[in-house]
């Protein structure tokens, strides 16, 4: 490939490939976000059934993975607008990056609420019995019970569609707005070079893959609940004897 | 204080609950006994609606619930006065034995901080597991996670506590020790529905013994009664093993 | 925005004859990568010496490289290697001659391979220790833990994530345009290459893909309550 | 107008153009827009006061996408003349490039062709969803089965390696482009001596454009060819005159 | 027969067995008793490898595995020799009940279907549980859970079965049957060792009692050694309720 293929290059256009990384990692950042916390909502809806909002659910899920996501950012980038328009919201201003945080974000949404419902269907329900025996609501059963469970079971399939992710934010480029990859694209229309854009691309996928998994790893750690925890919240034991005496019942004597 | 009217419940074909009646007074231990299989799981599962059962209706204080008609506000009313011990333990796994305590009653007693940690150290002390407080429930022995169940049920200071079999993973020693707690807890005007096979045990505690077979009930009355002056044929040919324990 | 039904139908109707290679690259894909994914996934859950961190490494690092690049890669070495090594091997097969869905098969089935052992992963880290007791204590080998109990229990776990990659799969195989391979969404757009009416390719191409969609998600839902009704109420 | 206009009150118009369209319409190394339509459509800035012109990158598609919901007012981005957007679109007057298309193969792998007829049993790539893939389906359409054409979206690299490896036996394209290639990559492809397709590109507007814009811009674009400034552009730019008549 | 020497384990800081050693003899019926949190489970999960111990060998019939040098082959074969009744029951989720009696016959034992199968219906009879043959783990009772259990565990005829808390969630009648059952089962010339709460069925079914405390032996010998002519004062203390009990 020699002709085609050049260290040197991949050096010259390492520095602006890099460039467009913040632009990447908001779109990343931004989806998953929006992603975790509709992703979840989702998630919760269908998996307690809750009539008309888990259907609703069903039907945009099924939406956003079944149709090809150039599809899904022409129906934001000039549907959502017109629709505004109708009720007197002019949107014509706004960055049209919004518009890609939008799409990402649903789309990142709709897949990961299925990688949650997963987790969430794999926490035996005895957990589930537990909450409702202490009078916990739904949402507190949730957020306190079964989602510190869910996070082992979902973050490894969490962590690949995060990394591909980053490689996925070009369709940004098609409306111009440049990321890593669409700088990578962009380079190779100028220079005839799009190997070595691309393979500064996948130095820097490959290093957030790599900071991602530390980071994964600590937290797949925090959540594996089978080590005693180190810190714990201590009272001074003076008020323990008050509550003591206040509450009355006798302590046990053994033997 | 919570009486039960014509409980009914089925899996499928098969019914487990064929129409169960019971009335608790205040600061009563009702115990159920009866075989395995025979319901006692089942119902009191019915009791704190983690299962709905398909007919009949539950009076806990001045409101009755129509078990097939409640909504969730209502079922969650009545959850909150209710408290349940399980026979599997159901400890949550995320969280170590003194938080198991703590976490409810932030979340429903609307407790401070400061509140549910005194409480939940007193208990843990009650129980014998201060030393364990920071495990986490799959580092606990059988016993152990047994014993933060019984004290979580506890610091919710409920209206009604449910027992499914609260001393099954229990050593002697701690038995006795449970039987104590739960006569201190009665006698705070808590009221109790427990299951059990320790016959001694329902003998020693209870204020009424219902015995169960079959998703029905064969015979109720005080220990008394039924453990002394057993009417039932079916009811005695189960006894006997502990009544001959207590001849011996 | 003007919409032009008949122009859509009519690329709906051209596209509609290349789900078969959509499906095709898809699917084989998926089964290749669903074998060595589950490989690497025992190998990590199992913690064999040497192999297990080397996995890791390389399914890290693998993450990181985007699918553009492995396909462009694959061609040029392919184009320029291929015929070389077929004349020292004797074979007749050139690399004019070479089916290039093969290119395409093998940078999704990276893609597969990738995702599926997480995914597995993932499904493991949900079964109970308490089931591995079991398993040890009747003195079932890996092989039979293997069998009757962890995939049983991690399958019905995983399948929503399944269903998530093979529609992945169908949509990302619209990559295999970079190599030549005519699939739904190259055929839509070819339909739009004389009048420029991309807008109802795009749509025809996302009526193909939800339908197929919708027919992978039936399937996996009826398997799902199929297979995880039994283990709802599994304790401990 | 020049940036300082913005201030004087000029109305900001936003034009179409293209991401990744080498020579005609790119972001340069430092992310500036760049290229043969878009220093035309700047050349057109210069020369009208009451406008600036902000660009839009996008796709081809897109860019047709945001010109019809008025996303951008007017678009330079190698448009030629066809029926169907004629229906959607106002077209400038003017052609301002023209689209000389070749035929590229390897002379080392075989021969130089010099129309679709020499192409008989051949493999021919082109790029989908592209004028060249067009316009050998039109001949396709009269000749059927005349030659084979090859779809992709290949890469520079790809379609130069595909050509010159015998993958396929030709490609089409225009003389700039192949020049590039041959400069990029060290090769020494051909093409025939005539090309086999030629047409002019045009400006493109929104329907609801101001009259008074698409005027003006006729105007200036008649006005910087009469001067030669275009010539000079395309020099620059294409590496020859290019400029319809 | 089965010879235990120096069992050592460790969870991090905390020792939990400090060093058991253990002899059964063939056909004799081992009997772990101890208060809660004692090491009992440990114990017997270090002797079926479910838990590697830090220190110590076992030796079963010729062969002695030292465990912290064991590989998966020595381990494995010294599984498929000794049986388990879990506490948690642990039968196989995916499998209904008759099925977990099969299944290991079928990969461990090479039955053949029809071996297999006829004996897992002999076992389930005993068990009282052939109508609830093609249930699944989660629609059994507790104590049908661990029935099934027990007829797994005795399908597989090891060399020594280990039994933690088997009559934990069974009532006094399946108590009773059960006994027996062992009883049985040991006449066979099976060897078991069992850990329980229930003092009776201690001092009805074993041959040798151990009393465990703090991950240490504290006494041993046969029943009425311990039970009648306790040494130690800490034994004795844990006794008393069952003494009591059987004084009254
Ligand atoms: N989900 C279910 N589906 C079908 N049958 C069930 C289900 N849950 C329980 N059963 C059946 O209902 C009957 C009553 O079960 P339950 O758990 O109430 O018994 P129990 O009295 O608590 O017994 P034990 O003393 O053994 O715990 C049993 O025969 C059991 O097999
Ligand atoms: N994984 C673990 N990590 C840390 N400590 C543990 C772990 N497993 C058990 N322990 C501790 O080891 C001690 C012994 O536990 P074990 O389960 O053997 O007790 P046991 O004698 O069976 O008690 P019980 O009668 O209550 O079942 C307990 O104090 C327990 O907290
Ligand atoms: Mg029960
Ligand atoms: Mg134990």
Redesign the pocket.
């Known amino acids: 490939m020699s002709s085609f293929f050049s260290w040197d290059l991949v050096w010259e256009f390492f520095p602006k490939i890099l460039s467009a990384l913040p632009v990447t990692l908001l779109i990343v950042g931004i989806a998953t976000f929006v992603g975790l916390m509709l992703g979840n909502f989702i998630a919760f809806m269908r998996v307690e059934k809750i009539p008309i909002v888990s259907q609703i659910a069903a039907v945009f899920v099924s939406f956003i993975r079944g149709t090809p996501i150039l599809v899904q950012l022409y129906i934001v980038y000039y549907g959502v607008p017109s629709l505004l328009q109708a009720i007197q919201i002019d949107v014509s201003s706004w960055n049209k990056i919004i518009f890609i945080y939008i799409t990402y974000g649903l789309n990142t949404a709709a897949f990961q609420s299925e990688t949650i419902r997963a987790a969430i269907l794999s926490v035996p329900i005895t957990q589930k019995e537990a909450s409702i025996a202490c009078g916990l609501t739904k949402s507190q059963m949730y957020l306190r019970v079964i989602l510190p469970q869910v996070v082992r079971v979902a973050l490894p399939a969490f962590g690949t569609t995060t990394v591909a992710l980053l490689q996925d934010t070009s369709l940004a480029f098609t409306i111009g707005i440049v990321d890593v990859v669409g700088k990578a694209r962009a380079i190779g229309a100028v220079t005839f070079h799009t190997l070595e854009g691309y393979v500064g691309a996948a130095v820097l996928f490959i290093t957030l893959s790599i900071i991602l998994e530390r980071v994964f790893d600590l937290l797949e750690k925090r959540m594996n609940f ?1 080590e ?1 925890k180190k810190t714990s919240f201590q009272l001074p034991s003076l008020s323990l004897i008050k509550k003591v005496q206040k509450i009355g019942i006798q302590k046990i004597e053994t033997n | 204080m919570m009486e039960v009217r014509n409980i009914q419940k089925r899996f499928g074909k098969q019914e487990v609950l064929k129409g169960i009646n019971m009335e608790v007074a205040k600061g009563e231990v009702v115990t159920l006994l009866g075989p395995s299989g025979s319901g006692k799981t089942t119902f009191l599962r019915c009791l704190n609606f983690l299962e709905r059962a398909d007919e009949g209706s539950i009076v806990l204080g001045e409101t009755e619930t129509i078990v097939n008609k409640a909504n969730a506000k209502e079922i969650l009313a009545h959850q909150r006065q209710t408290a349940m011990v399980f026979q599997n333990f159901a400890l949550f796994q995320n969280k170590t034995a003194r938080e198991n305590i703590v976490m409810p009653l932030l979340l429903t007693k609307n407790k401070t901080k400061q509140e549910a940690y005194e409480l939940a150290d007193v208990l843990l002390e009650q129980v014998g597991l201060s030393e ?1 407080q920071d ?1 986490y429930p ?7 996670q047994q014993r933060i169940g019984i004290a979580r049920a506890l610091a919710l200071n409920p209206k009604v506590i449910l027992f499914d079999e609260p001393t099954s ?1 229990l ?1 002697p020693e701690l038995v006795g020790q449970t039987l104590t707690l739960l006569r201190d807890i009665a006698e705070t005007g808590a009221t109790m529905v427990l299951v059990t096979h320790e016959m001694k045990f329902a003998y020693e505690v209870s204020d009424k013994i219902i015995f169960m077979e079959n998703g029905q009930v064969v015979e109720q009355g005080t220990p008394k009664e039924v453990f002394e002056q057993t009417k039932e044929e079916r009811t005695k040919a189960f006894l006997t093993r502990f009544t001959n324990q207590m001849a011996r | 925005m003007s919409f032009k039904f008949e122009v859509m139908f009519q690329s709906l109707k051209v596209a509609s004859q290349y789900v078969g290679t959509t499906l095709f690259m898809a699917i084989t894909a998926l089964v290749i990568g669903v074998i060595l994914g589950l490989g690497i996934a025992l190998v990590r859950l199992y913690r064999i010496k040497g192999l297990s961190q080397f996995f890791q490494a390389v399914v890290t690092l693998l993450k990181g490289i985007p699918m553009v690049l492995i396909i462009l890669a694959l061609y040029l070495i392919a184009s320029k290697q291929f015929d070389v090594w077929a004349k020292s091997m004797h074979w007749s097969l050139r690399f004019k001659d070479f089916n290039m869905v093969w290119i395409a098969v093998a940078a999704l089935s990276l893609m597969a391979t990738i995702n599926s052992s997480e995914i597995f992963r993932g499904a493991f880290a949900a079964v109970k220790p308490g089931q591995f007791d079991a398993a040890k204590s009747i003195g079932l080998t890996n092989l039979q833990t293997i069998r009757r109990m962890l995939l049983p229990q991690a399958i019905p776990i995983s399948l929503p994530m399944f269903s998530n990659l093979l529609i992945g799969l169908v949509k990302a195989s619209s990559l295999a345009s970079m190599v030549s391979v005519v699939d739904v969404f190259a055929a839509a757009k070819i339909t739009a290459q004389q009048n420029y009416r991309f807008l109802e390719a795009y749509v025809a191409v996302a009526v193909i893909y939800w339908g197929i969609s919708l027919v992978i998600e039936k399937i996996v839902q009826i398997l799902e309550e199929r297979m995880s009704r039994k283990l709802r109420r599994a304790i401990l | 107008a020049t940036e300082s206009a913005a201030d004087s009150g000029a109305t900001e118009i936003k034009v179409g153009t293209g991401n990744e369209a080498l020579p005609y319409a790119y972001l340069d190394e430092n992310g500036k827009y760049d290229g043969y339509d878009v220093a035309v459509v700047k050349a057109i800035d210069e020369k009208l006061t009451d406008y600036t012109f902000t660009f839009e990158g996008a796709d081809f598609p897109t860019t047709l996408s945001n010109l019809e919901s008025n996303k951008v007012q007017m678009a330079a981005f190698e448009y030629e003349v066809n029926a169907d957007r004629q229906e959607k679109f106002v077209y400038g007057d003017a052609g301002y490039v023209v689209w000389d298309t070749y035929i590229v193969s390897d002379p080392d792998a075989g021969t130089v062709y010099q129309s679709f007829a020499d192409l008989a049993g051949k493999k021919v790539y082109a790029t989908t969803a592209t004028n060249q893939a067009a316009m050998a389906e039109t001949y396709l359409k009269e000749n059927p089965g005349a030659f084979e054409l090859v779809y992709g979206e290949y890469n520079n690299e790809q379609i130069v390696q595909a050509v010159t490896s015998g993958a396929v036996d030709a490609t089409l394209a225009p003389k700039y482009q192949v020049d590039n290639w041959n400069r990029s990559f060290n090769e020494n492809l051909a093409v025939g001596s005539e090309p086999v397709h030629n047409s002019d590109a045009y400006l493109l507007f929104n329907k609801e454009t101001d009259p008074a814009l698409i005027a003006a811009v006729n105007t200036a674009l008649e006005e910087l060819k009469a001067d030669g400034t275009i010539k000079e552009l395309s020099e620059k730019y294409l590496d020859g005159d290019y400029v319809p008549e």
């Open positions: 089978t005693a | 364990r495990f799959s580092q606990l022995s059988g016993g152990q993973a050593d």
